[in-house]
């Protein structure tokens, strides 16, 4: 394997993921990040042209079609970025012997399994959302090429939307939060999953071979319900400075899933078994809590007086 700086070609760049990853992946080599108004994901032909264009020998597809409850009235839009972009991007690498690094979800999973859910577990997603990234995951497969697919639950970052941000907000506009409590899984870093992207490629590059389709988990230690992940979230920011007059944790109350009705049903189990990843590329995945407390240090920097 050549030992040259590979050529690295991002996708979703401006994305929680995505913004990470700029950082992650610059030691590797030459980095190229594409944003929405560089390449439109629902444009094939755009992108197979950039692909074809800037010849990488690396593609990360950090892009998605990521607003749950919407994806159920618009099925096109999530297929055509979760499912065809990602196949598209797929059959470009081929033809280049690139490999492409994409990330899927928990919710390829029905959620009905009562222990964490390994890569070869059956799926059954429950939501449009859930049916459009397993098909992304099944299109690259289909091509055969190589290609790295990191599945992931729960991502939070200090960029871009997320839980953390929506408890906060809720929480300083003194809204009840009323927190569904029997849905659980891994909440993720954004930092942590471009960090591992980075360390799995850079053994990639030192020649720990993927010669086809892999698959594997990645998610943080610990895993925890909505409603603990909001008391975490409380519980740390009532240590960092810039954060006031918010409730306590047990001000959060507890609810159930039915008592939360949304447009796409959610599987009750994310919990994600890791294994396979650690044991492969000599990790061993940490908790998200630091991560969280850096991002509410990050958050309270930025904006002294809000967030």
Same mark, same amino acid.
């Given at each position: 394997m050549s030992r040259t700086p590979p050529r690295v070609l991002l996708?979703?760049?401006?994305?929680?993921?995505?913004?990470q990853l700029q950082r992650a992946l610059s030691p590797l080599g030459t980095v190229t990040a594409l944003d929405r108004r560089a390449c439109d994901l629902t444009d094939l032909a755009a992108v197979r042209?950039?692909?074809?264009?800037l010849a990488p020998e690396i593609i990360v597809n950090a892009a998605a079609y990521t607003a749950v409850d919407r994806a159920e009235s618009e099925p096109? !839009? @999530?297929?055509?970025?979760?499912a065809e972009a990602p196949g598209a991007m797929a059959e470009a690498a081929r033809a280049l012997?690139?490999?492409?690094v994409h990330y899927s979800t928990d919710y390829v999973f029905d959620g009905s399994k009562s222990t964490?859910?390994?890569e070869t577990d059956a799926t059954g997603p429950l939501s449009v959302y859930g049916r459009s990234k397993l098909e992304g995951e099944r299109a690259i497969a289909a091509v055969g090429g190589r290609s790295l697919i990191l599945r992931?639950?729960?991502v939070f970052g200090a960029r871009g939307h997320n839980f953390v941000k929506t408890v906060l907000r809720l929480a300083r506009e003194g809204k009840t939060l009323r927190i569904v409590d029997d849905q659980v899984g891994a909440p993720t870093p954004a930092a942590l999953i471009s960090d591992v992207t980075g360390q799995i490629l850079a053994a990639t590059h030192r020649g720990r071979a993927i010669d086809g389709p892999r698959l594997y988990?990645?998610? !943080? @230690?610990?895993?925890?319900?909505?409603?603990?992940f909001a008391q975490e979230i409380l519980r740390l920011a009532a240590t960092v400075p810039g954060f006031d007059a918010l409730p306590p944790p047990e001000a959060v109350a507890a609810i159930a899933t039915a008592d939360y009705p949304t447009p796409a049903r959610r599987p009750a189990n994310s919990r994600l078994d890791c294994r396979r990843l650690e044991q492969d590329f000599d990790l061993d995945l940490p908790d998200w809590r630091p991560f969280l407390h850096r991002m509410l240090q990050l958050l309270a920097l930025k904006n002294a007086n809000g967030y």
């Open positions: 996708f979703g760049a401006e994305g929680q993921v995505g913004w042209h950039q692909i074809a264009t096109d !839009a @999530a297929r055509a970025i979760n012997g690139a490999l492409l964490p859910y390994v992931t639950s729960w988990h990645l998610a !943080a @230690a610990n895993p925890v319900s909505w409603r603990g």
